[in-house]
Every structure is written in structure tokens, then in C-alpha cells.
């Protein structure tokens, strides 16, 4: 699947959980990957994520609580 399509998917998947801030897609050695968004890394969370997601590998990043002024 396209990774921008899977990003989608996957966002749709987990969008649910309060700790789900958002997804992204970065690249590293180049070779595009999945990137979740977390506020915080709960069990919970962490094993509802997974390691790849229709074919394109998947990271987490703890960016804490967004706040707007």
C-alpha cells in the first residue's frame, strides 16, 4: 500500500486513543517510514501500534502535551 494511503489507515486505526496526537511520514537512509505522534507512551498504546503497517515500518515519538495559548 502507498505509505501515504497507509498513514491514513493506520491514523483512522488509532485516532481513538487520547495519547495519539497525529502521524507522520519521515525518511531516514532513504527509505520513507511511518511516524505516531504520542503524548505519552502507555502499555496501552504502545501494544496497539505496530512494528509495520501494510508494508511500511512504523516509529512512535513522544512529543508530551500540545498546548495552545
Known sequence: MDISLAKK???N???SY???LGVGIREKDGTEFIVIFL???SNIILENI???FE???VE???KGE???S
Open 60 to 62: 512512535t515519538e513522544i
Open 55 to 57: 508494508g511500511n515500518k
Open 39 to 41: 503524548s505519552e507512551a
Open 50 to 52: 505496530p512494528d509495520e
Open 18 to 20: 487520547a495519547e495519539v
Open 13 to 15: 486505526k488509532l485516532k
Open 9 to 11: 489507515s493506520l491514523y
Open 66 to 68: 500540545i498546548k495552545v
